[in-house]
């Protein structure tokens, strides 16, 4: 391919002959093809006469072209780019008429005529001069708006980011002018007034300012009220309402001509079908808070004139941080007059400078003590452009240097940077194969864990859901042994693979070898040298084996001497609870109170009333009677123990029989189906993943109705948004209130989720606490004992014993064979096939 810039241009009298020479050859060509279609047989006559139009219509262009060409030459006010535009446009149509007419291209030599070939010398003066306008043109931009390249182009997608959000706000240009009242700092409130005081810390009298629009602004959260001196509360706008001043000022058009022009905006975008009339008016009432993400994605421009204050600031920072030196700023010299006192003086020892750190890295000093300072890193590139603080504070500013080298290695460095050569060197000590570097890859990005079959990776393919892998222990143990993976112990014998610090660079660079093409994956896989820590071998869990400071778990005996099973008492019949409640103690699963009484135990949840889901009953969902702990069988190869007692507990006497309450699955309605068949189908399937299809709630004090008020007025909007997504809601649900697996629901019982896993879905016991815009500001820890939330599928079948059968395949149908010459074949409109799983659910 050639440019524009490796060629000159051709005279108009070459660009006139060219079009002409050009128009002759493609109607030569078109006369061919006419004379060709003449000469047809009836076999070629189709042929040739499609061959003829496609000529002719290639030959009428190359024409238009060249008379094109000849009228604008006339023209004085044409560009003199336009005759070589026509030239080249006849030249391409000529020899795509050459071509279609079967012919020889010899309207192709037509193109280097026009393609000169630039000397050196105007090559030179074409890329000067190309420069100097773009200088001039930005010395022009710059000039007029004040800021260089990259904050006009920032400011330009401000720009288009206001024209997407603003509208939405439902504002009018009154509530501009309260936010910019709330911007000089002097807007205030007292007894029941809204005014802009006249100077600051004068909270009497100034100019009214309206008090409504001023409560729906406070409403939404787009401002914030402060008490102040008597009585008065000074009212200031938050970073989302100043965000939302700032795209107002940038598109007005956006802002509605009246109170009532911007209520009905916001009453078309909440009503809804299912909604009250109150409910939809008092929701056009409020004002929506700005756009999820709109916070983040605005970035204020700088000026030049701001940019040139900052370096001016930031450069005598620098100075004061590496002890008086700064590159690119001279070192400042006594006065002349003082010269022979100076000389007098011994000289200075020349400060050294501090250590280099990477691009976008800097120090940040710290408090110092009297005999150490402490220092900390700030990167500037993993959130765009703002310094974050790395985590950690260093004494020795060289520790610090290294630190921040080390984090600018892992998460910055590109894979275009050269490797030097000890990186190379070092890449050829580890000549790790495909697979070797696929479990480094697991270790990151998946769960590799060891079992009591093996090792496994769970969930490694990121466009399925629950495709599981089974790893060689060879391959694993080898690279656990060579230092690249370390073990984390999850508790209740579970071991996690993850990826240690020097697998961590070893993985990024032999990434970067193999994308520069200095080394490729080995054929087999490398059989690395041991470290000294782990020449004894790794421990495995089949063997019995434990590391240092492990436990083995409570559930599971020893492998030596494997507990044996004893047959199960026969049940006994539940009682039901009276009044009268003889003992009461607490569900070591739950934690929640138990009664019992002549001998039953039962777990009863006042709030979240689900005892199916209660471990601690010691029945497996569906059955009324005890069973072993649970034990490692040959027919589930993956199973997961995902909870055991936090304590260990004495064996519990065999006259001691718990009841569990099982809850049936749940009935979708008619109007049910139809809600969930309006669902997108994304949602679908996370609402099949999550078990929320057909949730089974709990039984609760609070009734529906109330409960529809406060997810109305009390949830953020942003929880509503999410929560209409789904058919029966979003964040009401907990774990033990999920419903039936996905699939369970398909029909595939054999598979079912928790058969497959070995045990329920268990909550981490912890919930995070929002404001209004969506944003984590705390923990909340619902229990304080840590004791969990569990869902077991709500289907029928036995989560344990043998398998049920997998459903036959279904036939194909035999294809058919080819229709007879004298009766035509009849295609018949078949009904596409549902599927399994609507099948199921409907």
């Not at 006469?49 to 006339?74: F, I, Y």
């Not at 000093?365 to 009297?370: A, D, V």
């Not at 790790?432 to 490694?460: I, K, M, N, P």
């Not at 222990?473 to 579970?494: H, Q, Y």
Request: glycine share 8%; hydrophobic share 35%.
């Amino acid at each position: 391919m050639t440019s524009e810039t490796d060629f000159g241009e051709p005279t108009p009298e070459t660009c006139l002959r060219v079009a002409r020479e050009a128009a002759a050859l493609a109607a030569a060509a078109d006369d061919m093809a006419l004379s060709a279609a003449c000469r047809s047989s009836s076999r070629t006559e189709a042929h040739r006469e499609e061959v003829m139009h496609a000529v002719h219509r290639e030959a009428v262009e190359a024409e238009e072209h060249a008379a094109r060409a000849e009228q604008w030459a006339a023209d004085p006010s044409m560009p003199d780019s336009s005759l070589r535009y026509c030239a080249s446009g006849a030249v391409d149509h000529a020899v795509r008429a050459q071509e279609a007419a079967g012919v020889e291209a010899t309207a192709a030599a037509l193109r280097t005529e026009l393609e000169r070939k630039l000397t050196p010398e105007e090559h030179a003066e074409r890329e000067s001069e190309r420069r100097r306008s773009e200088a001039e043109q930005e010395v022009e931009e710059r000039a007029a708006t004040g800021m260089d390249a990259d904050n006009r182009h920032l400011a330009r997608m401000n720009a288009y980011l206001a024209e997407s959000a603003v509208p939405l706000l439902g504002w009018t240009a009154g509530h501009v002018r309260v936010l910019e009242a709330a911007e000089t700092g002097r807007l205030y409130q007292r007894d029941g007034q809204v005014r802009q005081a006249a100077e600051h810390g004068g909270w009497s009298g100034g100019r009214r300012v309206s008090r409504g629009r001023t409560q729906d602004l406070h409403a939404a959260g787009f401002l914030v009220a402060v008490d102040a001196a008597d009585g008065a509360r000074v009212l200031a706008a938050t970073p989302m309402g100043q965000v939302a001043l700032e795209l107002a000022r940038l598109h007005p058009a956006g802002l509605y001509e009246s109170d009532r022009a911007a209520y009905e905006a916001r009453y078309a975008r909440v009503a809804k079908r299912y909604k009250r009339m109150d409910d939809k008016k008092a929701a056009a009432r409020r004002l929506p808070a700005l756009e999820h993400g709109a916070v983040g994605r605005y970035r204020r421009p700088v000026t030049l004139v701001e940019q040139e204050a900052r370096a001016a600031r930031e450069a005598v920072e620098q100075w004061e941080d590496e002890g008086g030196y700064c590159a690119g700023v001279e070192t400042p010299h006594p006065a002349v007059g003082n010269a022979p006192a100076a000389a007098a003086e011994p000289a200075a020892a020349p400060v050294q400078a501090g250590p280099d750190l990477p691009p976008g890295m800097y120090f940040l000093p710290l408090p110092s003590t009297r005999y150490r300072e402490w220092w900390a890193i700030q990167c500037g590139r993993c959130q765009g452009g703002v310094r974050t603080e790395l985590p950690g504070e260093w004494h020795d500013k060289y520790e610090a240097a290294q630190a921040a080298r080390d984090h600018f290695e892992y998460a910055h460095r590109p894979f275009g940077d050269l490797l030097t050569e000890e990186e190379v060197a070092e890449v050829e000590r580890w000549p790790l194969s495909a697979a070797q570097r696929t479990v480094l890859h697991w270790a990151e990005h998946a769960h590799l864990g060891e079992y009591d079959d093996g090792f496994w990776a769970l969930d490694c393919v990121p466009d399925r859901w629950d495709v599981n892998k089974k790893v060689a222990r060879t391959r694993v143990t080898g690279l656990w042994a060579a230092g690249l993976l370390d073990v984390r112990l999850d508790g209740n014998g579970l071991r996690h693979l993850v990826k240690s610090p020097t697998g961590h660079r070893v993985a990024r660079l032999l990434r970067r070898a193999e994308y520069q093409g200095i080394a490729e994956p080995a054929a087999k896989d490398a059989r690395l040298t041991p470290i000294p820590k782990r020449i004894g071998g790794y421990p495995l869990q089949s063997e019995g084996r434990l590391f240092k400071g492990e436990q083995r778990p409570a559930t599971g005996p020893a492998p030596a001497e494997p507990a044996a099973v004893t047959a199960p008492p026969a049940p006994t019949p539940p009682t039901a609870v009276t009044t009268t409640v003889e003992e009461t103690a607490r569900c070591s699963c739950c934690g929640l109170r138990q009664v019992t009484e002549n001998g039953v135990l039962a777990c009863h949840k006042p709030i979240r009333d689900a005892a199916d889901d209660c471990p601690g009953s010691g029945l497996r969902p569906g059955t009324d009677a005890p069973h072993a702990p649970a034990v490692a069988r040959a027919d589930q190869p993956l199973l997961r123990r995902l909870f055991a007692p936090r304590v260990a507990r004495d064996p519990r006497p065999a006259d001691d029989v718990r009841t569990v309450i099982r809850r049936p699955q749940r009935i979708l309605t008619p109007e049910e189906r139809e809600r969930v068949q309006d669902m997108p189908l994304l949602n679908l399937q996370g609402a099949l993943i999550m078990g929320i299809t057909d949730p089974v709630p709990n039984a609760s004090p609070m009734p529906e109705e109330a409960g529809a008020w406060v997810r109305e007025h009390a949830w953020p909007a942003h929880f509503q948004q999410e929560e209409n997504r789904y058919p029966f809601g979003f964040h009401r649900w907990s774990m033990c209130e999920r419903g039936t697996c996905w699939n369970c629901l398909n029909g595939r019982h054999d598979i079912c989720v928790h058969r497959q896993k070995g045990g329920p879905d268990v909550d981490d016991n912890r919930d995070w606490v929002t404001n209004h815009q969506g944003r984590i500001v705390a923990e909340f820890i619902p229990r304080r004992g840590g004791e969990p939330c569990v869902w077991w599928c709500r289907c029928e079948c036995p989560t344990g014993g043998p398998a049920p059968a997998r459903p036959a395949a279904r036939k194909k149908p035999a294809l058919a064979g080819p229709p007879a010459a004298h009766e035509p074949a009849r295609q018949t409109a078949r009904a596409p096939e549902t599927e399994a799983v609507q099948a199921a659910l409907w």
